[in-house]
């Protein structure tokens, strides 16, 4: 199994970054491929939950503080999903993980059944 991402960098606060992810190597009938996200100083913490997207029918989900600045989205073809991040702010600034999630607790590490390495994004004010 391959979960890896690409996209991550440095940007002032107010601008925009494109993160990809590409899994393969697995076959699941109901899955969901989402981000997670680790901040600076919370290692060993749980990582939290920012978005995802439903590959069985397509919905998305977000947390609170990103829903209206974020969009996820999905190539069913070759299992790559999106997440474009809008007006960023420096409290975004964190690793940023893709991750293969199933189950009913969406947007938990609790669903995650496969873990890229993770792309930083960092969000200068």
């Known amino acids: 199994v391959q979960v890896v991402e690409s996209g991550g960098g440095l940007v002032q606060a107010g601008g925009s970054l494109r993160l990809s992810c590409k899994a393969s190597?697995?076959?699941?009938?109901?899955?969901?491929i989402g981000w997670f996200r680790q901040a600076p100083g919370k290692e060993g913490k749980e990582r939290e939950g920012?978005?995802?997207?439903?590959?069985?029918?397509?919905?998305?989900y977000y947390k609170d503080s990103v829903e209206g600045r974020f969009t996820i989205s999905r190539d069913n073809t070759d299992n790559i999903v999106y997440l474009q991040m809008n007006s960023l702010k420096p409290e975004d600034t964190a690793i940023y993980y893709c991750?293969?999630?199933?189950?009913?607790?969406?947007?938990?590490?609790?669903?995650?059944?496969?873990w890229g390495r993770g792309t930083h994004v960092f969000v200068s004010s």
């Open positions: 991750a293969v999630e199933q189950g009913q607790k969406r947007l938990s590490e609790e669903s995650v059944v496969f």
């Open positions: 190597g697995f076959t699941f009938d109901d899955y969901r």
């Open positions: 920012v978005s995802s997207i439903s590959f069985t029918d397509g919905r998305t």
